[in-house]
Structures are given as C-alpha cells and as structure tokens.
C-alpha cells in the first residue's frame, strides 16, 4: 500500500540487532508486537507508533460484537474472531466496542522509539553520547543537500522522552481471580485453526 514506507521498515527491521528481532521468515513492517486477552482500551491515539505509520489488529478468540471503531470518521467496523484490520493508529482515534465471550488481540506497528534506534544505528539521525549499542556505529547525519535545503533524513521526528505524556498505556483489566476452563482445540484457535484429520483437534 505504501511502497516507499515498507523500504523504510525493512531497513529498521535489518538494522535492528539479533536478539532483538522477532524470529521469522523474512524481514517484515512491523517493529512492535502486541498480544492481548480480554484487554479493553480506552478511546486512545497510538502516540508511540511512527508518523502516519500502518497498525494491524487481529482478533482471535470465541467472541460476539467487540466492534472497532473510528470516532473521528463516525465509523464502526464489524471486528470478528479472525479479521485483520490495518490502519493509522497514530492519526486515528480507535477503540474496540464491549464484547462478550473470550477475546484475543494481536497487534503488529512500528515504533517511533525503535525506529529511531535504527535509523541512529545507520546513521540516520546522530547517536546518542555514550550509547553502547551505538559504539563504532555511524554519527553524522547529512541534513542539508547542496542547495542548503533540508533533507528527508533530517526531518524524522524528536526522541521522545520516556517522561512525557506520550509515555502511556491504553489499556485496562479488571482484576480477576484465574478459573480453571477446559477449552477445545477448536473453541481456542477459532477461524484460525487448522483442518486436521487427527480427532486431536477436538481436544
């Protein structure tokens, strides 16, 4: 969908360290993951995220209504078990509706503090002072061409401050008291399992 955006993530995703890269196939957009069960979150902005950057939420679980919605557009999507829904988390106000049943969310973004990381890793934005990760890495950000105008690197957005307001978390649980529930195969994975041959899927 954004050509030029998905290049930026790949090269944050390849610069980030071993150890901190989610194992999988191949490099991919997103540089956060999220895994909720029965988490409610409040109408909220994903402050964090990069600019204009794609979110995607997934919805697992055995669960009724649970709809998302977009109060800013006056918009409420039917968010079913198995539904994936990508969109600007940063720029959009959003929020899941009540449901009923047993909920699972898995949310995939990109991170503005990682990405900055990155993008100071291969010199990108400046490096920190005495940032070990960064020792022997690049320091000097090119922020002007030739014409004495501002380059795109130069215009990536502050650090932010861990102090701040944009430092917060959306969402909430109730307290509650675990309950031993036995749970199908079936009735756990939802529109996401399997065809199996084995009678194992039913267990």
């Not at 196939?25 to 956060?32: A, C, G, Y």
Request: charged content about 30%.
């Amino acid at each position: 969908m954004a050509p030029d955006e998905y290049a930026k993530c790949l090269d944050v995703y390849r610069a980030l360290p071993k150890e901190f890269k989610t194992p999988i196939s191949e490099p991919t957009f997103s540089t956060l993951f999220v895994l909720g069960i029965n988490s409610y979150t409040q109408r909220h902005l994903d402050k964090t995220d990069v600019k204009f950057g794609f979110a995607s939420l997934v919805g697992l679980g055995s669960y009724t209504e649970g709809d998302l919605c977009f109060p800013q557009l006056a918009l409420k999507l039917e968010y079913q078990p198995g539904d994936c829904v990508i969109f600007r988390g940063r720029e959009l106000e959003h929020f899941v509706h009540d449901w009923d049943g047993y909920r699972i969310f898995l949310l995939f973004t990109k991170h503005q503090p990682v990405r900055n990381y990155a993008f100071r890793k291969i010199g990108l934005l400046p490096s920190k002072p005495n940032e070990p990760r960064n020792e022997g890495g690049h320091t000097a950000v090119h922020d002007e061409n030739a014409e004495g105008e501002k380059t795109a690197e130069a215009n990536w957005e502050e650090e932010l401050d861990p102090d701040d307001e944009y430092y917060y978390s959306p969402c909430w649980k109730d307290p509650v008291t675990p309950e031993f529930e036995e749970v199908t195969e079936r009735e756990w994975q939802g529109p996401a399992l399997l065809p199996s041959t084995s009678s194992s899927a039913d267990t």
